[in-house]
């Protein structure tokens, strides 16, 4: 096991798990891998995002299984993207020499395709760049969560592992020992020397095949021009182009290509705080996190990303298909489907010990008037930057808004899910506002068929109840719900929705009460549990996505000196690839699902916001 490199955080007190930044992310659009820097793959579900997993041991060190590939002596390890691609490179420094791994997972330039016909892989290519570096590698996937019996048998060169409800096949181009259940190899490689491992998945219709250092070449060429292509198309030159081109990337690699979908984060039950019960599954579309991804993306000139996810909702969703709670259900399978019950593995130890690790997700059940707001803004930004929604998209619309005019004063569980009841809150009624104002933009603009009168009245009154009964006199501040006084984040979001002038004097009040109460070093929580209960046990970390909405919020209250050195401070909690969690600790530990599309689309947006302040 390579020694710990000299960036990474502390981890003598759970010395079996790398903390969650020590990771970087590959994919093929179907699913990913999470890769520590020690060089092990510690989570990978396969055939897609919320497929059970196949290797979990971020979740259980010795029950969760892993595909260990690293040097075989005392190491220091860094890790690096391939320029502009999701490439990972691993380089292990040792006494002998210099050796590195590579790793991806196949994607064509044939529209995001998975290379080989649909073919899923997972290739590692370990290579000694000077002097001459022993290796050790070991596969042992613990299928179905850790809960499923395996076997492993060599088949003509190929080892194949099978569970009841999957198999994967391993091909290397060195020797392997398995003991029907594992495998292991050790070897040296002297300088310009290699070594293949690629994983498939094995079944009927695709027999296994050996990937030998030709075709292993083939594919990281294919992979690497794939990204690059893809990120051509990115219109950023700003100040931060590095950062915001990382996000961009990490956001397509949480897209689903067969559907259009976009997860909120590929992993579950990384915990908001170590040893809490703060621990979701969040390998799913939530209606926010998508549509405000897809408005990062548009930013940035991604117009496919935005099509597909249309396409998605058009083809999965159409309102009517929600539960009591609404016509749209917070969120949805990467399929579109609505039924995502949720359970908790007690086999698990969860990461570092913090239980229970969750699947499924019960939030699915939860009113959140909130993402009626984020979808219809996306919309109305996709038929204003990309091209015209169709007159199906806008029947779709109109329903929402009608359904919006009729429920948008009902209490909810609120954008941050809370299981502690529902409450007014504000930016519920906010985000209801933006559904009805940009559905009237969208049909003045394009001169659609509306009931502009009611939408107008429903709209106003709205503005009125938020102005009214949102606003603390007590607190100087507009507040979390309403006849409260609690401050809650998500209220950073009314100059950004254009629902208030960002210089206003009740907003400027809002925003030095908001530093004041939750903001500590330029990172901002959500809201303090001990005033506000959630239903949960324990304490959380701050928010990186309110983080970066502070940004904004001083950019456009005119304190731009003040925003750049937030967002600075705030790039430097990012991990060594450039990516971040939901959540940062007390001492700066990234905490949370990783990586976050919560964060990075909102990291994107704020640097594209300080860049035009800043000229």
């Excluded at 690699?253 to 809490?276: D, K, R």
């Excluded at 579309?285 to 058009?314: K, P």
């Excluded at 904004?552 to 000196?561: F, K, P, S, W, Y």
């Excluded at 007390?586 to 699902?593: D, I, L, S």
């Amino acid at each position: 096991m390579s020694q710990t490199p000299p960036f990474a955080a502390d981890t003598s007190a759970s010395p079996r798990y790398l903390p969650i930044a020590e990771h970087g992310l590959i994919g093929d659009l179907r699913t990913v891998a999470l890769v520590g820097s020690n060089g092990t793959i510690d989570w990978y579900c396969s055939p897609s995002f919320d497929s059970p997993s196949v290797f979990a041991a971020v979740l259980d060190a010795e029950r969760g299984g892993c595909f260990e590939l690293a040097a075989a002596v005392p190491a220091r390890t860094k890790q690096f993207y391939f320029p502009d691609t999701n490439v990972l490179i691993t380089r292990f420094f040792t006494e002998e020499g210099v050796g590195e791994v590579q790793d991806f997972m196949p994607v064509s330039a044939d529209a995001g395709e998975p290379c080989g016909t649909g073919r899923h892989r997972l290739i590692r290519r370990v290579v000694c760049v000077r002097g001459r570096v022993p290796f050790r590698a070991l596969i042992a996937p613990r299928f179905d969560y850790g809960a499923a019996q395996h076997t492993v048998r060599d088949t003509d060169g190929t080892l194949l592992f099978e569970s009841p409800d999957l198999a994967l096949a391993l091909t290397a181009t060195v020797a392997m020992e398995c003991d029907g259940r594992d495998a292991c190899a050790e070897f040296k490689l002297g300088e310009g020397e290699t070594a293949v491992f690629a994983l498939d998945q094995a079944d009927s219709a695709l027999a296994p095949r050996g990937c030998a250092h030709a075709e292993a070449e083939h594919e990281f060429n294919a992979t690497v021009t794939y990204w690059r292509r893809w990120l051509q198309q990115s219109r950023y030159r700003g100040r931060w182009r590095e950062m915001v081109h990382r996000s961009a990337l990490t956001l397509k690699l949480l897209t689903y290509a067969p559907t259009g979908a976009i997860v909120a984060a590929p992993t579950t039950s990384l915990p908001e705080q170590l040893g809490g019960e703060r621990n979701w599954d969040y390998r799913y579309v939530w209606v926010r996190d998508a549509a405000f991804a897809v408005y990062a993306l548009l930013r940035l000139g991604f117009s496919g990303e935005a099509e597909a996810f249309m396409r998605f909702l058009t083809t999965h969703i159409s309102p009517g298909d929600g539960a009591a709670s609404g016509p749209l259900q917070i969120m949805y399978g990467i399929d579109g489907r609505t039924d995502l019950p949720e359970r908790e593995l007690p086999h698990l130890e969860g990461h570092q010990g913090s239980a229970p690790v969750r699947v499924g997700n019960a939030a699915a059940d939860q009113l959140q008037l909130d993402i009626y707001g984020a979808l219809i803004d996306s919309v109305y930004l996709f038929d204003k930057w990309a091209q015209p929604i169709s007159s199906a998209q806008w029947d779709d619309v109109t329903q929402l808004v009608e359904w919006v005019c009729e429920h948008w004063d009902q209490p909810d569980e609120g954008v941050w899910e809370t299981r502690g009841g529902r409450k007014n809150f504000l930016y519920s009624r906010l985000m209801c506002w933006v559904a009805v104002e940009r559905a009237i933009r969208l049909a003045n603009r394009r001169g659609l068929p509306a009931e502009l009168l009611r939408w107008r009245q429903t709209r106003d009154a709205i503005y009125r109840r938020i102005m009214d009964r949102g606003w603390s006199e007590h607190r100087h501040a507009f507040v979390q719900h309403e006849d409260g006084d609690v401050l809650d984040a998500s209220v950073l979001m009314m100059p950004l929705a254009k629902f208030i002038a960002p210089t206003d004097p009740k907003w400027l009040s809002t925003l030095d009460a908001l530093t004041e109460d939750l903001v500590s070093d330029s990172l901002v929580y959500r809201y303090d549990p001990l005033v506000s209960p959630d239903g949960l046990r324990g304490d959380e970390g701050t928010f990186s996505i309110c983080s970066f909405w502070y940004v904004e919020a001083l950019v456009r209250a005119g304190r731009v000196d003040e925003a750049r050195l937030a967002f600075e401070k705030m790039l430097t909690y990012a991990n060594h690839l450039g990516l971040y969690a939901e959540e940062i600790g007390r001492t700066g530990e990234q905490q949370g699902n990783f990586p976050q599309a919560f964060t990075h689309l909102s990291l994107i947006s704020a640097a594209f916001n300080l860049d035009r302040a800043l000229g």
